[in-house]
């Protein structure tokens, strides 16, 4: 399926268009929907100035910093110590390089975040099973001596290896979460963890071809005649003014490039920019990439040159010489010489891809004959159980057309080239655990955790494991259940008692996962104590943004920092932790020593809590990833063995020699199509037949803004589905239908549209589970993760969110 658009109007057109429409809605009655600006009596929003002057009011500045890669600026007027309303950055001229960060819909309603009625309020103990989500108030002396004498007893019996500080994402500032692995590793310190939720696959794959990771700057696309984006949506998951997307838009005003996208959704991102969508089947983007690779490679249309200078594994003559003339490199592969005899045709990949042969033919073409053209992929199509394969094989694209290295290129990594601040953190010592694993096996860990070994499950620093997880730390996470594979697994694992034996929950809400807290800890927000907040994937412009606490503390709410001083004081160690510092001075000693020693033309720290918010243009302009390589790469080789670009490798095959994988999973050293397990080929498919695929959604940040009302009503939770599938189960749009697997069952309503492929439905990710654990665990809150494995990538250990096999009917 492919759709192709004429352009009437140029994008700048559009999207004034649009702002100013959009501008018109709130006028009429919308303003004041997301808490960002006051209104009169009459409902005028920004009206009432002379009613409210006699209002003693203060602006504080913060930010919303979830975990959506950007962190945008946010301006608090308080009154009577309580937040009134919020509105965004008004610093800058809005040009290129100090443009304004201004928050989306999520951030801009963070005062009915702060606000909630539902706010955990006071430290409770766990009274029924856990999952149940039974508490009884407790004092915080109670709180502290349970915490401490647990950890102290734990250490005691099972040794620091059985701690676990678990992956989470709720708060990102450097001088908050940080303290808790201080405190840690002052005490002999934990099972570590590598890897993420998010990005896994791809960061651990990507160094098998290119030594590392890295993208070209967002902005560059100004240099491009085509962009093609394999499952990159960032108009909806980074669509602030703070993040990348700002940049990779401003970028196409300037070029007019062309752009394709390839996914199975028809997304916002391909409705607004994109001249051309290509629907493809869910897990099969390396087959497309193959025959497009068949194409360029037949008709002679690839970057010789390129491939002869800077690769190894290529053809037979630019193979390890031990490989020489076993059929072993790339174009034996695409061509059927290899080992599986199968020339990589299109027809071959539109079997596969659901994209029909003539459009892979032109895709190619116009791929190898645009320059320069930029390639980028999301990271969906790597969060899969073929990811560590899919995102090497997108990556070939440039490779094969030598758009590596150079301005309107790019690696094919994914959208988020960007310019870094200087990094600062709390100082921890290093962790004296050396075990690791995947930050997604940690259920595993709890209920085998000894039989986990470095060959079949990721084990790193020892050939297994030598006792399971006892005792969790989760500090602003949802990952105990609500974010992590298969929840009905997950709730049979914790709630055996026997197992991990003592949980401690930070969180704002009684997540999903707080459920599963044995103590749990009303926090403070982000905004609620003194910070400094650095971007991430924020383009060609870094910045800070500092704030002070909005407001004085709420009912029993405390700090992390707070509570965890009082039980290091428990356990003895109250001066080596705290070193006499309170929050304010521990982020007074960060920023000196660590941010302004990186950046020497930053503000002082006291001119930085009064300016608020730092921006610094990248002195490269346009950010070229392995510039330096391709201008001279015997000068600067890359971090591979070879130092080039290893399409063929033998280091990735050395490392798993002796791995264990499970049955379906397979580690190629090309970057090539493999198919998946519970992909749309499984034998599984003959009971459920659709492809179930998660997408990240701008009414949440993962979990986080999933219980405001507005953002719900606004973004409503939907199972997307293609009216040729829906007319097959005699399902109409609106319908609630069951989605079900072997794990589990969700209630959701559907939205039919020819907005998804056939054969595909897709579900956003992050919705708050709403199931009776004690009953029939039926999911009434549209959360994917009832319906999703827990069986790791093959590679990484990584969430394979994206695939899974379901059936529909109307409930």
């Excluded at 500032?173 to 310190?189: D, E, K, T």
């Excluded at 596969?352 to 003539?358: E, K, N, R, W, Y």
């Excluded at 159980?385 to 899919?390: A, H, K, L, Y």
């Excluded at 800070?544 to 509570?563: H, M, Q």
Aim: hydrophobic share 35%; glycine share 10%.
């Amino acid at each position: 399926m492919t759709i192709t658009k004429e352009h009437s109007l140029s994008r700048r057109t559009f999207m004034k268009g649009s702002a100013l429409a959009g501008l018109g809605a709130a006028a009429v009655g919308t303003a004041g929907l997301f808490g960002c600006a006051p209104a009169t009596d009459s409902g005028a929003a920004g009206g009432g100035l002379a009613d409210t002057a006699a209002v003693e009011e203060k602006v504080c500045w913060g930010h919303c910093s979830v975990n959506c890669e950007t962190r945008c600026a946010l301006r608090f007027h308080v009154v009577d110590d309580e937040v009134k309303w919020v509105e965004t950055d008004n610093t800058g001229n809005d040009e290129y390089g100090d443009h304004q960060l201004r928050a989306c819909q999520r951030g801009r309603t963070i005062r009915r975040w702060l606000n909630h009625p539902d706010r955990l309020n006071v430290p409770m103990k766990r009274v029924g099973k856990r999952g149940e989500g039974k508490f009884e108030e407790i004092s915080w002396d109670e709180a502290i001596e349970t915490i401490a004498s647990e950890y102290r007893r734990i250490l005691d019996a099972y040794g620091p290896e059985s701690v676990y500080v678990q992956y989470a994402s709720g708060v990102n500032a450097g001088n908050i979460g940080g303290f808790l692995n201080r405190l840690v590793n002052m005490n002999g310190g934990c099972l570590g963890r590598y890897g993420s939720y998010s990005s896994a696959q791809i960061s651990q794959a990507l160094p098998f071809l290119y030594g590392g990771r890295a993208a070209n700057g967002n902005s560059d696309v100004a240099n491009s005649k085509l962009v093609v984006l394999f499952g990159d949506n960032s108009c909806e998951t980074k669509m602030s003014g703070a993040g990348p997307t700002y940049h990779y838009m401003q970028g196409l005003e300037k070029s007019g490039a062309k752009v394709i996208v390839v996914d199975p959704r028809y997304t916002d991102t391909a409705a607004v920019h994109a001249d051309q969508w290509i629907a493809i089947r869910p897990g099969t983007d390396a087959a497309l990439v193959d025959a497009c690779a068949y194409v360029m490679i037949t008709e002679d249309l690839v970057d010789h040159d390129f491939l002869s200078t800077y690769c190894i594994g290529y053809d037979d003559a630019t193979m390890p010489e031990e490989l020489r003339g076993t059929g072993a490199s790339y174009v034996d592969y695409i061509t059927g010489k290899g080992a599986d005899a199968t020339p990589k045709t299109p027809e071959w990949a539109a079997a596969i891809t659901l994209v029909p042969a003539a459009t892979i033919e032109a895709l190619a073409r116009e791929i190898a004959t645009a320059k320069p053209c930029a390639i980028y992929q999301g990271k969906g199509p790597q969060r899969r159980g073929n990811g560590e394969q899919t995102a090497r094989a997108i990556c070939m694209l440039a490779v094969l057309t030598g758009n590596v290295g150079i301005n309107g290129g790019n690696t094919g990594s994914d959208l988020d080239g960007y310019y870094m601040p200087a990094w600062f953190g709390v100082p921890a010592e290093d962790n004296p655990v050396e075990v690791s694993i995947a930050s997604f096996t940690w259920t595993d860990a709890v209920d085998h955790g000894e039989q986990m070994t470095a060959t079949r499950d990721g084990v790193r620093g020892a050939d297994k494991l030598s006792v399971p997880i006892k005792m969790i730390w989760n500090y602003a996470g949802n990952c105990m259940t609500n974010q992590h594979g298969d929840i009905n697994h997950a709730h049979e694992v914790l709630s055996d008692e026997s197992k991990c034996e003592f949980i401690v929950l930070w969180d704002t809400f009684m997540t999903d996962s707080a459920k599963y807290a044995d103590i749990l800890l009303p926090d403070l927000m982000a905004v609620e104590q003194p910070n400094i907040i650095q971007s991430e994937y924020a383009g060609n412009m870094a910045y800070y943004i500092a704030g002070d606490a909005i407001t004085s503390p709420k009912f029993e709410r405390r700090t992390l920092y707070s509570v965890l001083t009082d039980v290091a004081d428990k356990l003895g160690q109250k001066e080596a932790f705290t070193e006499g510092l309170d929050e304010m001075g521990w982020l007074r000693r960060i920023y000196e020593e660590q941010a302004l020693p990186g950046d020497p033309g930053a503000p002082t720290f006291d001119e930085m809590m009064e300016q608020h918010i730092y921006k610094k243009q990248c002195p490269e302009g346009e950010h070229v990833a392995f510039k330096d390589f391709r201008d001279d790469p015997e000068a600067n080789p890359l971090e591979t063995p070879s130092g080039k670009i290893e399409i063929y490798s033998q280091a990735l095959m050395d490392t798993v020699a002796d791995w264990e994988l499970a049955e379906g999973d397979l580690i190629h050293p090309l970057p090539v199509y493999c198919p998946e397990a519970e992909g749309y080929a499984d034998p599984l498919a003959e009971k459920y037949p659709l492809q179930l695929t998660g997408f990240h959604f701008k009414g949440r940040t993962h979990s986080s803004y999933g219980c405001i009302e507005v953002l719900k009503a606004a973004n409503p939770q939907e199972l997307w589905m293609n009216p040729l599938d829906a007319e097959e189960r005699s399902i109409v749009d609106g319908d609630t239908v069951r989605v079900t697997n072997d794990r589990g069952t969700v209630e959701i309503v559907v939205k039919v549209t020819p907005r998804i492929i056939p054969g595909t439905v897709a579900m956003g990710q992050g919705a708050w589970h709403d199931a009776d654990m004690s009953g029939d665990k039926v999911d009434r809150g549209g959360c994917i993760n009832t319906l999703t494995s827990h069986r790791p990538s093959p590679y990484a250990k990584a969430n394979p969110q994206h695939t899974n096999l379901v059936e529909v009917a109307r409930a």
